[in-house]
């Protein structure tokens, strides 16, 4: 059977092909427009799906998409009307879109898919998903657990925010749900939004700027707009939140509960949005672990599979593999919205009983290490970059693999751009931006004049699956970048009495481990192991680069600049290079230097 799976029209919309229970190819339609998180239909995406299946949708048997429009309607409906008259001016401005283009969404699929030119599809072989189911079946299928507990928690889906359930074999069932308006994912985008970030990009920066801060705010937090319960179920005080009806995240309550209206993005941070940040961050891990101690205690599973936005928080994973009930953890990598187009068709595949679950075995899962994207012969790369004039030499692998070695431990930035895309917000070491992590200037650098990105971000060290426990507390893989690990100690080095006075983003000048330019300044990191099986290239290149400097990690970080997508193709690779001050570009064999350009 061969199920194509689309996540559409809200935000991050991607395209997924599973045949007989595989993941063929899946990607995100933003990488081919170069719009961030375009939610349009995903033409391109599906086209290069179609494409790397060598199939036409004539003879696709099903497509899956992986929301139920009709019943998100209706929570709108509802909700506006609970909250009538306060939600006028968002239903003016919302519910015309819905009722236009939204709530009718089978004719715009076919719409869509039939513009392809692609063959043709009935329009009975449509199949909508619940989108907490999804995200659940993003999570457990591709999973190397054959059972598992199921956490899926994000803002919301058609009413669900947080949803619980366990999978067998090919049975999965979400069994207990909290419904909108008390979301954990509301919660933190709340936050988001209050310290000047943009909603659903700027999750990362709160996560990022917290170790920054002192929790001073958890009280006030807790007493005011949430209460937990043991079990870890919640509810939020909607009279501080604007979501439900309003066009902002919050109201002028909460601006008073915590002194001052949202920040200005134009404005400097200060220690107290630092302080709300690291407070804001400290109760989303708490919540968390509560709901996963409330899901073993009911399961009596020893794995645990999570999905949804908040299952980004790597930071909470981390916790959770530390301190959580369950003995394994399996994330999946791509769990925002554009993981649903591969759960809505996993569980299509399943729910027809069209294929019997596979496990690769030895611990491996069945996401191919989110290499699932397109990829480009060397002819395409080469007719790209004469395209542009660009001045570059094709080496054979020891030379080149020695040639970036050399570059890297002589603090070069290397972009690096081989195989298959990604698939997720994550590169992890096809389409990557990479350095030297002992470099002390490296991280300040990378985000100044590489990402041109605010300076307090932090950068994932990728380190090869051998040699993670000799610079890492990690005693598990990370091959998705989704677990902070601490550096292990002895890698640390000791603070000086003026470093350990220096506060808010002055903590950027203290270097503190062997690898200054991916240890934070809580001395944690966001871990990505390198496997030779999964990706025998980056493991080779970190591998040369070990052997040059006897340091088996680099720095890795997505190929893009800030506010674009992670680039796809050849002449995305090329424009970005020539855009920053990136040093040498690699194309897989093809390698060009900035000072020959």
């Not at 030119?117 to 659940?136: K, L, Y």
């Amino acid at each position: 059977m061969i199920v194509l799976g689309i996540s559409a029209f809200y935000h991050d919309s991607a395209a997924a092909l599973i045949r007989d229970g595989e993941i063929v190819a899946a990607a995100q339609e933003e990488r081919f427009s170069r719009d961030k998180h375009d939610s349009s239909f995903p033409a391109n995406a599906v086209s290069y799906c179609l494409d790397a299946g060598g199939v036409r949708l004539d003879e696709v048997d099903y497509v899956g998409f992986y929301d139920k429009p009709l019943l998100t309607f209706n929570r709108l409906l509802e909700t506006y009307l609970s909250y009538a008259p306060a939600g006028l001016p968002s239903f003016v401005k919302s519910i015309p879109v819905w009722v236009k283009e939204k709530v009718m969404q089978k004719p715009l699929l076919l719409k869509g898919l039939r513009g392809l030119e692609r063959g043709e599809i009935a329009d009975d072989r449509i199949m909508f998903n619940f989108h907490h189911h999804s995200h659940a079946a993003s999570a457990f299928y591709p999973s190397p657990f054959e059972e598992a507990a199921v956490l899926v928690m994000d803002g919301v889906g058609e009413w669900a925010t947080t949803s619980m359930g366990v999978g067998r074999g090919s049975d999965l069932k979400l069994e207990k749900e909290i419904r909108f308006p008390h979301s954990l994912g509301m919660l933190y985008s709340a936050f988001t939004y209050y310290l000047g970030f943009k909603v659903n990009d700027g999750e990362y920066k709160v996560m990022g700027l917290a170790p920054y801060g002192e929790p001073l705010y958890v009280d006030m937090i807790r007493d005011n707009l949430i209460d937990i319960k043991p079990d870890g179920s919640y509810r939020l005080n909607m009279d501080y939140f604007n979501y439900c009806t309003g066009l902002t995240m919050t109201n002028d309550r909460f601006s008073d509960l915590f002194g001052a209206p949202p920040r200005n993005p134009a404005q400097p941070l200060s220690q107290r949005d630092m302080d709300l940040a690291r407070s804001i961050q400290v109760v989303t891990e708490d919540v968390v672990l509560a709901l996963c101690r409330g899901l073993h205690s009911e399961t009596k599973q020893k794995n645990l599979c999570m999905a949804g936005g908040v299952a980004l928080n790597c930071v909470a994973n981390g916790r959770i593999l530390r301190e959580g009930p369950f003995e394994n953890l399996w994330v999946q990598p791509a769990s925002g919205d554009a993981g649903g187009a591969i759960g809505a068709a996993l569980s299509v595949t399943h729910s027809k009983g069209a294929a019997k679950r596979r496990i690769p075995g030895d611990g491996r899962d069945a996401m191919a290490g989110a290499y699932l994207g397109p990829e480009y012969e060397s002819s395409t790369i080469r007719q790209s970059l004469e395209a542009q004039d660009a001045v570059y030499e094709e080496l054979a692998d020891a030379a080149l693999f020695k040639t970036v070695a050399d570059a890297l431990a002589g603090e070069k930035v290397v972009g690096w751009f081989q195989g298959r895309m990604e698939f997720g917000p994550r590169a992890l070491g096809n389409r990557s931006i990479i350095g030297d992590p002992r470099s002390a200037r490296m991280q300040r650098m990378l985000n100044l004049k590489i990402k041109y990105r605010e300076s307090f971000r932090p950068f994932a060290p990728a380190v090869l699956k051998e040699d993670a426990g000799d610079w890492f507390d990690l005693d598990q893989d990370s091959p998705y970048m989704l677990l902070v690990a601490d550096v292990h100690e002895r890698r640390r080095k000791a603070l000086s009495t003026s470093d350990q006075d220096l506060k808010g983003l002055d903590k950027l000048l203290a270097v503190r481990s062997e690898i200054p330019a991916v240890t934070h300044v809580d001395q944690s990191a966001r871990v990505q192991t390198v496997d030779e099986i999964t990706n025998p290239r980056f493991h080779r290149l970190i591998s040369a680069f070990r052997d040059r400097t006897g340091c088996g990690v680099l720095v890795n970080t997505s190929f893009n600049v800030r506010d674009e997508p992670i680039v796809c193709s050849p002449i995305d690779a090329y424009r970005c290079f020539m855009a920053t001050e990136m040093d040498v570009l690699v194309l897989g064999n093809v390698i060009l230097f900035k000072d020959r350009q």
